[in-house]
């Protein structure tokens, strides 16, 4: 059973571009979070989503940056116009329900130059 | 606002050293409390939680955590460190409120082992 994917797993943009991160939840998991760690910080939550659904984004930054978990595919979350201070790493974790234990992926680790 | 505090930043033992990483949070409701690791390049790994029952709980590779709910607190224990356990160690929290899950984190403790 393959663990929660992400990719990629490091990312370069320059100032103005798009970046778009992607988490495959672990089998049979319809829950999806994002968290970002900044340097020498703890993980952030940033959105709480479940297919096709919304629930929590109340981390999220109100411009800029958004997030999906479409019917098929994976999670996206997307930072437009990026700029240094989006440069951290991405987590994303998932959980089979609600109130369940979060398996984390590796991260995304986002530069901007 | 509620809030996990973990007191130290970097801790550096040498190997057969006994730990213990303190962790605190702020909020009054029922909590599910969690160490998670983070191995260098690695994803972040469940090390143990807490939901309910005996306080003294014992997770993987020999290290277990005590609540004590009169001090909101959830410290780390394991009685000596290998080097291998070098890594990055988060406390989380889950705020039952609202009825979903939302971890908040600590700040974290890099821990490094010298052999």
């Known amino acids: ?113 | 606002a509620q809030s996990v505090s973990q007191h130290n930043h970097h801790v550096i033992l040498s190997e057969a050293a006994s730990l213990e990483l303190g962790c605190n949070y702020s909020y009054g409701g029922t909590v599910n409390l969690f160490w998670y690791v983070q191995y260098p390049g690695q994803h972040l790994q469940l090390l143990l939680k807490y939901f309910s029952g005996d306080p003294l709980v014992k997770g993987i590779k020999g290290f277990e955590a005590e609540f004590i709910k009169s001090k909101f607190s959830f410290n780390l224990r394991k009685p000596s460190v290998q080097w291998s356990d070098t890594a990055e160690y988060f406390c989380a929290v889950n705020l039952l409120s609202g009825g979903y899950n939302k971890l908040i984190f600590g700040a974290g403790t890099r821990l490094a082992v010298h052999p």
């Open chain 1, 1 to 113: 059973n393959a663990g929660v994917m992400q990719n990629p797993r490091h990312l370069v943009r320059r100032r103005g571009q798009e970046a778009r991160l992607r988490c495959s939840p672990m089998k049979g998991h319809s829950h999806v979070y994002w968290y970002r760690q900044l340097p020498e910080e703890g993980l952030k939550f940033m959105v709480y989503l479940q297919k096709e659904n919304i629930i929590d984004e109340s981390g999220m930054p109100k411009e800029r940056f958004s997030a999906e978990f479409p019917k098929e595919g994976p999670s996206i979350l997307r930072i437009q116009q990026v700029v240094r201070g989006d440069s951290a790493a991405y987590f994303c974790a998932s959980s089979p329900g609600r109130e369940n234990i979060q398996y984390f992926g590796a991260g995304t680790r986002l530069s901007v130059l």
